[in-house]
Nanobody, 125 residues
């Protein structure tokens, strides 16, 4: 079992930055997992944001965040981060951290076995 806890959300003005953290605990190191970020805005479907995996080393972003968001990790702390720069009002959503132990990465939420509780990000225009 893997437990995921997100933090770092909040209210920020458009053009600002936030860094989200996802701390993983349990029996597995994040280096054996694919760790993804998803988001869901009110009335909309959950959408993929970014994913990082180490076997093989892969990082993938949604087109909507490419060049503005950066996913990274501190494996010693079993934590994954999402640095969000140049935030826009459209980035407002609840952001979820997710993980799966399958080989490769996926943009599909149903491929992920473990989910955090989410953290709210609100960008004011």
């Amino acid at each position: 079992q893997v437990q995921l806890v997100e933090s770092g959300g909040g209210l920020v003005q458009a053009g600002g930055s936030l860094r989200l953290s996802c701390a993983a605990s349990g029996r597995t190191s994040i280096s054996t997992l694919a760790m993804g970020w998803f988001r869901q805005a009110p009335g909309q479907e959950r959408e993929f944001v970014a994913v990082i995996s180490w076997s093989p080393r892969t990082i993938t972003y949604a087109d909507s965040v490419k060049g503005r968001f950066t996913i990274s990790s501190d494996n010693a702390k079993n934590t994954v981060y999402l640095q969000m720069n140049s935030l826009k009002a459209d980035d407002t959503a609840v952001y979820y951290c997710a993980a799966h132990g399958k080989i490769g990465v996926s943009r599909r939420g149903r491929e992920y076995d473990y989910w955090g509780q989410g953290t709210q990000v609100t960008v004011s225009s």
